[in-house]
């Protein structure tokens, strides 16, 4: 069962509501007119997780991801990460910051594999994006 990830729609605002009620939630969701980018992922048409996106200059931020609770969630979060990774760097995003320390180690794990580094003392992490080799 794939995930589909696609940009928020009006049709989604009640399954985002109800995510929002109990979901996994790592950073601080934004309301819905912030002028944040939503994207969600759907399994089986129905809403499973969501994550907002901003980007000012060269930098991407990740405010707020949420994930239904269920088996492998982690799974599902670090590929809408990932999505929301892709999504950023094809608008001139260099760095991107997930402004919260996830608790789960097994989540924290993936992302550290994705190249996110902590900053403890700011309880974020941080990825700086590879630059292609001019060679």
Partial sequence: ????????????????????????RIGAPLAQDAGAHILVGLRDGALTGAIWLTSKGDTGTLPALLV???PGWQSIALELIAEACLWLTSRGAIRIDLLALPDDRDFRAGLLDMDFRADTTTGTLKRLVRSPSAA
């Fill in 1 to 24: 069962m794939a995930l589909h990830i696609r940009d928020f729609r009006h049709s989604d605002a009640t399954g985002l509501s109800q995510l929002r009620e109990r979901a996994h």
């Fill in 68 to 70: 239904k609770q269920s």
